[in-house]
């Protein structure tokens, strides 16, 4: 009997064992999160091609963004929630709250992303306007290709 306990107590706090060790391998979540909102073709003839790419892009309190890059399309930023620093061509930022709209006009250079606030996230609906075949996302430096 005393066997069976034993065996029953280890093999009870196996899984409390192994929850502990999982949470400590979890990395840190990304302060900067996209989730996907709607993707459409336009259906005007004069914009064949084009479509509305739209996703909600959340900010952790106080996390900034310098990786520069730039958007082959229009981008449109709403601020659902909360405050975000733009900055344009390494340009002083510009501070865009709750309620408010920012345009970034195509392959300009975004330096910058920023939630000045250090106790809430941000919320900000993304609308991309992009012709088919272009990159929505470009490094300011990409990467080389490696040579085979």
């Known amino acids: 009997m005393r066997t069976f306990i034993f ?16 949470s400590k391998t979890n990395a840190p979540a990304d302060p900067f999160q996209f989730q996907a909102v709607r993707s459409e ?9 084009y479509k509305l790419e739209s ?16 958007h082959d399309c229009d981008l449109f930023g709403y601020v659902l929630e909360g405050e975000v620093q733009i900055g344009l061509d390494h340009a002083a930022p510009v501070l865009y709250k709750t309620g408010q709209m920012f345009f970034e006009k195509r392959n300009v250079l975004h330096s910058l992303a920023a939630n000045p606030l250090r106790d809430h996230p941000t919320r900000v609906l993304l609308l991309f306007l992009i012709k088919d075949g272009r990159a929505a996302y470009t490094p300011e430096y990409p990467v080389p290709a490696t040579r085979k």
């Not at 107590?9 to 929850?19: D, E, G, K, M, Y």
């Not at 996703?55 to 730039?70: E, K, L, N, Q």
């Open 41 to 49: 073709w336009l259906t005007d003839v004069d914009l064949k091609g």
């Open 7 to 22: 065996l029953l107590l280890t093999l009870t706090s196996i899984p409390s064992v192994a929850q502990h060790e999982h």
């Open 55 to 70: 996703s909600v892009m959340t900010i952790a309190p106080g996390a900034t963004d310098t990786v520069s890059h730039r």
